[in-house]
């Protein structure tokens, strides 16, 4: 495997077809069109020689029917073109809505803890242009590669026909624009196109940080330096862009060379057997214009080769993430816990990757029924990680979560979702109606349920003053409402889920005092019958709960 880059062409390419295989009967279709189509080109071109050869008297042929036999192959090559076209793309547009499915089940089970390093931009760019590049290789690549390997065969039979001179100067030819260029086209451009391709997905991230904090921009005035970024990093992707297409030129001009050479080796040829007393004006000529579309066609694999250094590029960024191992496995055997009764950390160590001292140091912490468990302590102390080793976004270095006495690692994952709910620091608001935000974590909840949910959350009230309702696009009115406004959605969902324990971090960080008491207000309310795990670095957060720790230095100290 070359060192530079994670996988080879081999490796990719049989991949790809790979995931190709669901559409196989299309693409056999369209790919039968093009080297049909081409067929009937090299068809067009010999009728054509033989109609000249007819009329000059020069061959015992009927004009007519030679006139005829092009007009065929016209028909066909029109009609092969068409299918392969409209096939090849049906079948490639498939694949692509399939490969986004697959990334974004391939991106649950690595969230957070694989994602964490990973600009959101750059991914937007894998699920989106990077895919939509590889369609280059199920529409444009498969068809072509086949074609190139049987048009130089059917030329050289016919070469070997009329004289083997003639196959003899053609197949160096064929095998150094068809099959050495291309390989070498390949390997000294794989690295330009994975560089275009990063710094692509590097600008894109960029520009979406950019629009996400627009109002930080605007408010610290950091505009002027930002765009100055922009340009920075699009100057980077122009000068890949050029490197890419210079090699594009290179890739395309250069056979057109030993194209014209091969035309030159012909007349040399039929010079070199008129001298001799060996005739074959007819062999000339039917083959200059045989060999004029089969070189025609061969030609259209530079061009293939070109734009497959983005698509295996592409390929590249897209296979790493899918492989990317998660950070935590799935049971073989899933236990489940039932209503959950207690929560025992048991002498947890953990450190992020990368970090030398651990966060939590022979961590140990018990939950029963009823607790509402107040963690506090400094600003990256470790609280959320708690709260996140719980949910199993990582797994503990060593020491044991169990729920009612069961290592988590053995627990149904679907089942710990169901039973534990979550309110983070920010509500995130989806497209669709407020109805269907509160109705997340239970899609087939009827409106009384969500309702219901809302009323618990506080948010009913407010929701019969919008315009529509429970059908109010939150695409319109996400970004008008307020932090407590937007937490109590979040309540709201939790409520609907009804969960054993809901689990809160940092719920009341982005709010002012008053708004923060009525959320408060609203979750002691909401949650009194649910047990709750409640992180703040504010004390006045932690005021309802019937017990507190603080942590440090990584271990749980009563308060």
Request: contains cysteine; aromatic residues 6%.
């Amino acid at each position: 495997m070359n060192k530079r880059f994670s996988y080879t062409i081999p490796q990719m390419t049989r991949r790809l077809l790979r995931i190709a295989a669901p559409v196989k009967g299309l693409l056999i279709i369209s790919t039968l069109a093009s080297i049909l189509g081409n067929l009937a080109q090299i068809g067009l071109m010999s009728s054509g020689a033989l109609l000249l050869l007819a009329s000059q008297k020069l061959i015992p042929a009927n004009p007519a029917l030679c006139a005829a036999a092009m007009a065929g192959c016209a028909v066909v090559i029109v009609a092969g073109r068409y299918t392969e076209g409209v096939i090849s793309h049906a079948g490639a547009y498939r694949l692509l809505a399939d490969m986004r499915i697959q990334l974004y089940r391939t991106l649950r089970p690595l969230a957070p803890a694989c994602l964490i390093d990973r600009e959101k931009g750059d991914i937007l760019s894998i699920a989106v242009s990077d895919i939509e590049t590889i369609e280059f290789f199920f529409a444009h690549t498969i068809g072509p590669l086949f074609t190139v390997i049987l048009l130089p065969c059917v030329t050289l039979l016919l070469a070997l026909h009329f004289h083997p001179l003639f196959a003899a100067v053609l197949l160096p030819v064929y095998l150094v624009v068809s099959l050495l260029f291309p390989l070498i086209a390949v390997r000294s451009g794989r690295k330009v196109g994975m560089e275009y391709r990063q710094r692509l997905g590097a600008l894109k991230s960029m520009v979406l940080e950019s629009v996400y904090g627009l109002r930080d921009i605007q408010i610290f005035g950091w505009g002027p330096r930002r765009l100055e970024q922009i340009l920075r990093q699009n100057q980077q992707i122009n000068r890949s862009a050029h490197g890419l297409t210079l090699h594009r030129q290179t890739v395309s001009s250069a056979p057109t060379f030993f194209i014209y050479l091969a035309r030159i080796l012909i007349l040399a040829v039929a010079s070199h057997l008129a001298a001799t007393g060996s005739d074959q004006v007819a062999g000339t000529v039917i083959l200059s214009f045989a060999a004029t579309a089969s070189f025609s066609s061969t030609q259209s694999l530079t061009m293939v080769v070109s734009n497959l250094l983005e698509t295996y590029a592409a390929a590249e960024r897209l296979f790493q993430l899918e492989d990317t191992p998660p950070a935590v496995s799935h049971p073989v055997s899933p236990k489940s816990c039932g209503p959950i009764r207690q929560v025992e950390f048991d002498r947890v160590n953990f450190s992020y990757a990368g970090q030398s001292k651990p966060v939590l140091d022979h961590f140990s912490l018990l939950l029963n029924p009823g607790d509402k468990l107040g963690i506090m302590g400094e600003s990256g102390i470790g609280k959320s990680t708690v709260l996140r080793l719980l949910l199993r976004f990582w797994e503990p270095d060593s020491g044991q979560i169990r729920i009612n006495g069961i290592p988590l690692e053995e627990i149904d994952p679907q089942e710990l979702r169901r039973r534990i709910a979550v309110l983070e620091q920010d509500t995130f608001l989806f497209q669709g109606t407020i109805a269907e935000n509160i109705a997340i974590g239970k899609p087939d909840a009827t409106l009384t349920e969500i309702q219901t949910a809302a009323r618990r959350a506080g948010l009913h009230d407010f929701i019969s003053t919008l315009p529509e309702g429970y059908d109010t696009p939150m695409g319109e009115m996400g970004s008008r409402l307020s932090g407590g406004e937007r937490q109590r959605v979040g309540i709201a969902r939790t409520m609907l889920l009804d969960p054993d324990l809901i689990v809160m971090d940092e719920p009341t960080s982005s709010l002012d005092i008053l708004r923060e008491k009525e959320l408060l207000y609203t979750l002691q309310k909401a949650c009194s019958d649910k047990m709750l795990l409640l992180v703040s670095h504010r004390p006045s957060t932690l005021t309802g709960c019937t017990r507190l720790i603080r942590l440090e230095h990584g271990k749980a100290v009563p308060v």
